[in-house]
């Protein structure tokens, strides 16, 4: 940046309750498609390179200390303790930091659309004109509870007057006051010691500074927004919703504008801090939250929630929901998968149908098709996964890992009970509880072995539809034993286990 005139100090007024929000969280901390109010606000001031950012807190003052905390731990907070108006709220700000000179620069804390370009070029259009307040006004449809902004035959600014406080030809003005505000430091500090009380609400109004500074005579500025969607601030639930949808479409074009397909945008909910690269195509119904990252020509969607996880490059995440999960290149997931905290899954892994992944990771081209808990496990490259398997990862006090090696085929419907390890190419037999390690190229059978106790049903359950079955396919296998029998051998996949059905017993999940 080119060197700057002015020592800038920005003041965030977050010290409100909110009362028309009805909710336990102050209002600057409910959350805004990846940021908080007060998040939205703070981003929007970056640009100017504050030397300072004073944050007037109140309201839950240490909830938002610990959130500043988190998100601007450079920004001071000073406590405001009984909220007296904005103008209180200022005067406190400025008591906290006595040696300032330059430009004060003050943002409500709940006018979240603010885009940071609008307050650069608002802080630059008032240090150029050398004015001592600059206001950031706005013409709106409907300006029902703001401030507006007063001018006389000239233009000039007179005065801002709270919607409480005009009269009934005052609130037909549309120019309203915005929220922000750019000062010259000395000047504001002097205006803010002659504010009064005489209001509608018995406050400081920060907004009187511009009547007190104009009648002595000092210049006051208006610098009307382009967009006045920018200025809307949130007062309450309803309004909040319609932040999010502007927001939302906002977003959105812009990710269409570098080249993501959202084939409906009106249902996909992209946080502010989220990235996507090159032909990814989000399909309906998705949101894409926190620090999300999407990979080109990746397809993510329909119906699919992403949280805090990595998607690689051409993979494809169908009707799930990911918390915290990493997805590899080319890698597929879903339809109805869960991938939980440390789910990692390698380039080409799948995770199917009805599969909940933990803290685990799928190595290159393995999978784990469907109907299956993956919890605390390590499998390596090119393995399958049978249908139904549970990694039984927790013995009630502790978490144990089960560790299944490369090119190894697990049976269907088997339980891996941890710590336990299946080694490189062995199998396990379908049915399996598998709670002793199998050797690398083993075959692990780890189930009862299957009795049939004959002619039972003809004997107990006589004159049922099945008995009478069962007759009938007795007789005709005398037939067809009279004429050469068909056996099979059976499988070897059946292990020590008498064969009893020609199934494999690793399932068809072998395959796909
Ligand atoms: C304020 C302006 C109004 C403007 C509108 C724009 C004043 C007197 N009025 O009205 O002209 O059109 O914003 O949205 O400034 N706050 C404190 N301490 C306080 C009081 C408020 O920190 O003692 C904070 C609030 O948390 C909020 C901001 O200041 O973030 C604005 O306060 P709010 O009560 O919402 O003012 P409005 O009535 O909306
Ligand atoms: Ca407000």
């Given amino acids: 940046m080119s060197q700057q005139p002015q020592l800038r100090t920005v003041v965030v007024l977050a010290a409100g309750e909110g009362k028309r929000m009805k909710s336990a969280l102050p209002k600057v901390l409910h959350p805004l498609l990846g940021r908080t109010l007060v998040g939205h606000v703070l981003s929007a001031a970056e640009p100017l390179a504050a030397d300072r950012t004073v944050v007037v807190v109140g309201h839950g003052a240490d909830q938002v200390r610990a959130h500043l905390a988190e998100i601007a731990p450079q920004a ?28 004060v620069v003050v943002i409500n804390g709940d006018v979240p659309l603010l885009r940071p370009e609008t307050v650069g070029a608002f802080v630059e259009a008032h240090e150029r004109g050398a004015a001592a307040a600059t206001v950031l006004a706005a013409e709106v449809p409907d300006p029902t509870g703001l401030g507006r902004v007063l ?120 946080d502010v801090t989220v990235a996507l690269d090159r032909d990814v195509v989000v399909d309906q119904n998705t949101q894409l939250r926190g620090s999300t990252v999407v990979g080109a020509g990746a397809l993510v969607g329909p119906d699919v929630t992403l949280v805090d996880t990595v998607v690689g490059p051409d993979a494809s995440v169908v009707r799930s929901h990911a918390v915290g999960a990493e997805v590899g290149t080319g890698a597929s997931v879903g339809p109805y998968a869960y991938l939980r905290p440390a789910a990692r899954l390698a380039e080409k892994a799948k995770v199917g149908t009805f599969v909940e992944v933990k803290n685990s990771e799928i190595g290159t081209g393995s999978k784990v098709p469907h109907l299956t808990y993956v919890g605390d496990a390590t499998i390596g490259e090119q393995s399958n996964i049978g249908a139904a398997t549970v990694f039984v990862n927790y013995d009630g006090v502790n978490k144990h ?36 390690d199998v050797p690398a190229g083993a075959l692990g059978v780890g189930r009862a072995r ?63």
């Fill in 76 to 103: 001071t907070p000073v406590l405001q303790a009984e909220q007296l108006g904005t103008g209180h709220a200022v005067r406190i700000a400025l008591d906290a930091v006595p040696e300032i000179s330059g430009t």
């Fill in 151 to 270: 001018r006389d035959v000239d233009g000039r600014l007179q005065q801002i007057v709270e919607q409480r406080d005009a009269t009934p030809a005052q609130r037909e003005i549309r120019e309203i006051n915005a929220g922000i505000y750019a000062f010259d430091a000395v000047r504001l500090r002097a205006a803010l010691g002659k504010l009064s009380t005489d209001n509608d609400q018995g406050e400081e109004y920060l907004t009187d500074v511009f009547g007190l500074l104009g009648s002595a005579g000092e210049p006051v500025a208006v610098h009307v927004a382009a967009d006045h969607v920018e200025t809307l601030g949130c007062n309450d639930r309803v309004e909040l919703a319609a932040l999010r949808r502007l927001l939302r479409d906002r977003v959105n074009e812009a990710w269409m504008r570098t080249g993501v397909s959202l084939l409906d945008p009106d249902t996909t909910w992209i």
């Fill in 401 to 436: 890992r089960t560790v299944i090696g490369s090119h190894a085929r697990t049976g269907a419907d088997n339980m891996f009970v941890a710590p336990v390890a299946v080694g490189d190419g062995a199998y396990t037999a379908a049915g399996s509880v598998i709670d002793h």
């Fill in 450 to 512: 299957q009795r049939n106790i004959e002619g039972w049903v003809v004997k107990r359950r006589s004159g049922t539809a099945a008995a009478e079955a069962a007759e009938r396919a007795r007789r005709a296998a005398e037939g067809v034993a009279a004429s050469g029998s068909v056996e099979s051998e059976g499988d070897a996949l059946h292990g020590d286990a008498k064969p009893v059905s020609h199934a494999v017993g690793t399932g068809d999940t072998a395959t796909e």
